[in-house]
Structures are given as C-alpha cells and as structure tokens.
C-alpha cells in the first residue's frame, strides 16, 4: 500500500490489485493502472503530486464516475452503485425499521460514566417501562448489549442444560436459526416441522405433551412471528395445552418481530421467557436484545449448566441487587434512545400501537389481493400485523423486484429467504410508522411490479388500501 499528495487531493494505491483510490478536484476515482515503468506502485513516484495526476490521468483506465465527497461507494468495479438518492429512503424491510426523530435526538449525545448516579437512575426507569411492553407485573428483564440472536442464546442457556429435550417448530428461516443454534449449544432438540407459510403443527404438539408422562420435555420453544414468512402463531393455545396436561415444560418464545406491534401479554399466556430486539417494533438501531422471564424461569436459571457467561442472568441480579444494575459497559446511547422509544410507545398508548399494526397489516393483505397476488401465509389465522410475504409468479424472480424497488425508487423490501428465496418479496409494516408512508410504498410496489412485467392495474392496491384505512383510520387523541 502507498499513500501521496495532501490537502483534499491524495491518492491510496494497491500494488497487488494495480488499484488507486484517487481524490482530486473535490470527488473521488476508483483507476486501474496499466503495465507501465513509469507507473508502479511498489516504487511510489516522487514528483510533485500534480505532475503524477497529469501523468497517471494520460495513461490509465478510470473505472469509477465523478463521485463528491459526500457520497459513499458500495460497489468497487466498472458500474458503480451510490448509496444516495434524493429525499429519504422508504425503508419497508421487517427490520431494521425507520427510526423516529425523537429517538435519533435522544441519542445524539456524548458518553457518560454509567456508574455515576444517572445511569442507575435510568436504568431503573426502564427496567419497569419494559415489564409493560411484555405485559407482566412478575417477570425480570435483562436489557444485554446484543441482537435478537444473543437474546436467543440467553434465554437458553439460563434455563436449561446440555442434553434437555426441548420442543422447536421450524415454520421459515428464523425458526430454523434458533433451532440450529438450540443444537449447536448441546440440546436434545425435537424438531416439528411445517411447510414455510404455515404456523407451527399444535397437532403435533399436543400428541408429544399428552405422551410424555415422565415429563421429559424441559421446554417449548416458539418463534410467535415468523418473519420470514409473515406468520404469526398462537400462543394462548400452547398454554392452554400445557395446562390441560399439567406440563411443567417452560415456555420460551422469540417475540423479536412482534413485542410492541402484535398482541404478547406474558402473564395471562404464562410465558416464561420472551424476547426482542431493538430493531424492530422499539425503531431503534440494532444492538439491544431485552430479556424478560418468569420467576419459575429465574428458579430454573438457578440450577441450569448450560456454560454462560456474558450472557448469565446471575451477574446481572447481583447487580441489581446492588442498584448499580450493569456487570458490564451498556450503551449510554441505546439506553436514551430506549427511553425515548418508549415514551412513544406509551403516549400513543400501547393497545393503541397495536391496533395500529393490525390495520396497516390489513391495508397491505388488501391491496395484494387487489394486485391479483398470493399471501405466504396460507391461513388467515397465522397472517402477521407486521410482515406480509407477497408470493410472485413462476415466471418473475422476487429478487428483482426488491433490486429494482431499491434501484429506481429507492425503496427498500424484504428479500425472501432460502425455501422462498426468489419466489416472494417482504413488506415490513412495524415499528413508528403511519398509513400515508405505507401507502407511499405501496404505490412503489405496483410501479416496481410493472417493471418486472406482472400484469399490474396502476392504483388497484393503493385504492382497496385507501378504502379501507379512509373507513378506520381514527382522529389523532393529541389533535382532537
């Protein structure tokens, strides 16, 4: 590697590649340098900077187009990609989600000492706000500087031990994650499987509790909203099962896409761990994975071997024991930003936030039928309030819509995954979102499918979309 020049006009040369990162004239230049003495970046020219760009610009391939200082690369080679595009990006992925001001502003701030008397204070703060979004009065939670993924892993590995027979549905792509990881970590894992598009088999479940006398099975494991899919399962009725058959199994239930969008309420469903992350329905960037479990799943966690630390509840209770709350660094930033998110949250009202989610979901299934194409889901009872997969015709790759989405409109869909990769597209509809946006991506989305050559009417979604939303929309309270 070779550096030269100063000021706004430099140069960064690769000699194994024959590339140079050129900034000149306020913009930067991806060259390729041809076979040359009077070129080589293993013996960097010592000449005036100037006469080398004289030189170098008469003799070499420019690669890349005039590209401003404030513009940002993300594809090296002969056709660039620039990441920005005029106005905001209409982010419609199941997640990350966008991120609302008050949140952004909360967070734009410097470190603190979280072990000055702030932090505690804070923290205790949201540690009863969090109870509320998991509705329960009884369970702890555990707010860890991770993604949904380490959330997963800490919900296992606190309430079980290697070789614990545990219950897990495979219903699409994140289901299949956490029973991979549920594997990896030493479990007896007793796979039930569904075809991708269908909740998980209650059937199935039921036959292996009523049989399983010597109670065995340590846990049940359930993703309560698909992603992948856009399938929600129903929780009330596993626990009506485990009750019927006085079942001690704990109830473990990744609820990443669905706390604070979907209905959860953990006490009444006698949930015993749940889970999210903080990118999704809180809109707040990723990094934050909250835990809450039941006292029987704290009890559990007190004789549990699973090998843990980072991830040990026990550290973090002899912390809150001490009211300092943190065995590690959190995120100062994170945690003002979660105060922020809840605080929305709360002032719209958290039924509210969820009858919400229930009526843009009902909006998307609208117009996708008025396009003339299939749900994923393939019940309406499984259908999600916050992720509809929209299934394309044979001849009609989905990838290419969400490319071409992305490309010309600057609007961003979900990507179908493994058993549906190329087969369906994903409209996020959750977090701090309203009915106008979503419209705006649906409007996208049927230009998007013209482009792709589906046979699409130019207003028909938007329009049964706009008949329904126009019909159940209510007055904003705070406006009223």
């Keep these: 590697m070779v550096t030269g020049g100063g000021g706004r006009d430099w140069f960064v040369g690769d000699a194994r590649s024959n590339l140079l990162l050129l900034s000149a004239g306020g913009g930067a230049h991806i060259i390729s340098l041809p076979p040359s003495p009077l070129i080589n970046l293993h013996s960097p020219p010592f000449w005036p900077f100037h006469l080398f760009l004289s030189s170098l610009l008469s003799s070499t391939q420019i690669l890349s187009f005039f590209l401003p200082h404030n513009q940002s690369i993300t594809q090296v080679g002969a056709e660039m990609d620039y990441t920005y595009g005029p106005g905001r990006n209409h982010l419609f992925v199941p997640g990350p989600v966008n991120i609302p001001e008050q949140v952004l502003r909360a967070m734009n701030r410097n470190n603190e000492d979280y072990r000055s008397p702030a932090i505690p204070a804070l923290t205790k703060t949201l540690l009863e706000d969090v109870k509320k979004i998991f509705k329960t009065t009884s369970g702890t939670p555990f ?4 993604t949904g993924t380490g959330a997963w892993e800490s919900a296992l590995t606190n309430t079980l031990s ?3 027979r545990i219950v897990s549905f495979i219903i699409g792509q994140f289901s299949l994650l956490w029973v991979d990881q549920q594997k990896r970590l030493g479990f007896n894992v007793d796979v039930v499987e569904s075809d991708w598009g ?3 088999d209650l059937d199935v479940l039921e036959s292996k509790l009523a049989a399983d006398t010597a ?6 494991c359930l993703v309560h909203n698909e992603t992948a899919t856009g399938v929600t399962n129903n929780l009330a009725a596993v626990r009506k099962m485990l009750d019927h058959y006085q079942h001690p199994a704990l109830f473990l239930v990744d609820g990443v896409s669905s706390i604070c969008a979907l209905d959860f309420r953990m006490d009444e469903w006698g949930v015993d761990v749940a889970l999210t992350g903080s990118q999704k329905a809180l809109s707040l960037p990723t990094g934050m994975g909250i835990v809450c479990a039941s006292p029987k799943a704290i009890e559990a966690s007190e004789t549990a071997k699973s090998l843990r630390v980072f991830f040990d509840w026990k550290d973090y209770l002899k ?3 001490m009211g300092t709350y943190w065995p590690y660094t959190p995120s100062i930033q994170l945690l003002y930003g979660l105060k922020a998110a809840l605080d929305l949250i709360f002032e719209e009202g958290l039924d509210n936030v969820i009858a919400r989610h229930n009526r843009l979901g009902t909006a998307t299934r609208l117009a996708v039928e008025a396009w003339g194409l299939k749900n994923c889901t393939q019940k309406e009872e499984w259908f999600s309030d916050t992720v ?3 299934l394309v015709p044979p001849y009609i790759d989905s990838s ?8 010309r409109y600057n609007l961003s869909l979900g990507l179908g995954l493994n058993k549906v990769a190329g087969k369906v597209f994903r ?3 959750l977090g701090n979102l309203n009915d106008l946006q979503l419209l705006g991506c649906l409007a996208g989305v049927e230009m998007v499918l013209k482009d792709v050559g589906y046979p699409v009417k130019l207003g028909s979604g938007v329009a049964a979309a706009c008949g329904y939303l126009q019909n159940n929309i209510p007055m904003i309270p705070s406006r009223i």
């Design 400 to 407: 290419e819509v969400v490319r071409r989405a992305w490309k």
């Design 319 to 321: 912390f809150y024991k």
């Design 215 to 220: 109670h065995t099975i340590k846990a049940i």
């Design 427 to 429: 409209i996020g509809h």
């Design 388 to 390: 509809t997969a929209v």
């Design 143 to 146: 707010i860890i500087p991770t």
């Design 162 to 164: 290697p070789g614990d």
């Design 198 to 200: 269908r909740g998980a």
